[in-house]
């Protein structure tokens, strides 16, 4: 079955260093997400990502993040200068397309987790 | 404005049934996602509703409705491996993403 796959599985880094989170969505979907889970909290939405651009960021997306979809295959979520409250579990998701119910699915990667110190 | 509630831990007895639930308020809304999430893991899809009713999907049901932004996850025949966190997600017409509550804690004991 199709999954999602993400890499590293486990990043520790300096705070104030650039981190690169890699995300291979499935390959017939053409929707694709970020989002985090501090340890213990929900959740939350970070970005969405069509057609190559961002359609919809939340308030946490700020500056200090961006997407790119530099081939392919391949979705990243880059952080420019880490820290410490960006520790967290960072999930990517994609989905297929929109109109019908099935294509609303949202297929979760195992997560990569992000330490920073 | 958006506002997703479920309890926060629930305990069950392997064989049982027990039934999750979930208030929300969103605005434009269109459609409640049950996910479940084992610890350390990511979230696994379980079930859509858009419109009323049960939806039915072997031991897993989902309810809905709209009208008093209301959901439930029936669990029946219970495992110990359902022990896990349910998340309870909402997404509305205008935008692509998902709206999590808290999740539920669910703990089945032998």
């Known amino acids: 079955e199709p999954e999602v796959t993400q890499t590293p599985s486990h990043q520790v880094t300096q705070m104030g260093q650039e981190v690169i989170l890699r995300c291979v969505p499935i390959s017939n979907h053409l929707y694709f997400y970020w989002y985090r889970q501090i340890l213990g909290q929900k959740v939350e939405f970070l970005v969405s990502f069509y057609n190559n651009e961002i359609s919809e960021k939340s308030e946490i997306f700020d500056d200090q993040f961006s997407v790119e979809r530099p081939d392919g295959s391949n979705f990243t979520l880059k952080i420019r200068s880490t820290k410490l409250e960006d520790s967290a579990m960072y999930f990517c998701?994609?989905?297929?397309?929109?109109?019908?119910?099935?294509?609303?699915?949202?297929?979760f990667g195992p997560g990569t987790r992000l330490t920073v110190t | 404005g958006q506002n997703i509630d479920q309890p926060t831990e629930m305990t069950a007895t392997e064989g049982a049934i027990v039934q999750i639930n979930c208030t929300y308020q969103?605005?434009?809304?269109?459609?409640l996602f049950w996910y479940q999430q084992h610890a350390g893991e990511a979230p696994t899809f379980l079930s859509y509703n858009v419109l009323d009713g049960l939806e039915e999907k072997g031991r897993f049901s989902s309810f809905l409705s709209r009208s008093k932004g209301y959901s439930y996850l029936l669990l029946k025949e219970l495992q110990m491996k359902d022990s896990a966190s349910y998340l309870c997600a909402a997404k509305s017409h205008s935008s692509y993403k998902l709206i999590f509550g808290s999740g539920t804690r669910l703990l089945v004991r032998p």
């Open positions: 998701a994609s989905s297929e397309a929109y109109g019908g119910a099935g294509s609303y699915e949202q297929y």
């Open positions: 969103t605005s434009g809304f269109n459609g």
